[in-house]
């Protein structure tokens, strides 16, 4: 059957936990690089490592951000799904 207006809900409530898979696959790149940039400040010393940790304090924000991003996705899309399998059950 081929659907011009609605949706297979469970597919999108599939997409829904794939996102929410993709979102801790963020965080937990983001907690590895945080751990790696921990331990090279502890093996290296000097104006270039203080850079480097910082320009990793800085663009770990847009990862935070891509997480939470895709986060919401996640909430938006089963929020949908529900809503539209209520509309259709009722």
């Known amino acids: 059957m081929v659907v011009s207006q609605g949706m297979n809900h469970e ?7 794939q996102l929410d898979t993709d979102r ?7 907690q590895r690089t945080q751990t790696a940039v921990d331990t090279l400040g502890q093996n290296w010393f000097g104006n270039d ?4 940790a910082a320009d990793w304090a800085t663009q770990s ?3 935070l951000m ?3 991003v ?5 909430k938006n899309a089963r929020t949908q799904a529900s809503d539209q399998q209520a509309t259709s059950t009722a």
């Not at 597919?11 to 936990?17: H, K, L, R, Y």
């Open 11 to 17: 597919a999108v409530q599939a997409i829904a936990s």
């Open 24 to 30: 801790q696959t963020v965080t937990d790149l983001m």
């Open 49 to 52: 490592s203080t850079q480097f």
């Open 61 to 63: 924000k847009h990862l």
């Open 66 to 68: 891509a997480a939470d």
């Open 70 to 74: 895709i986060g919401a996705m996640s």
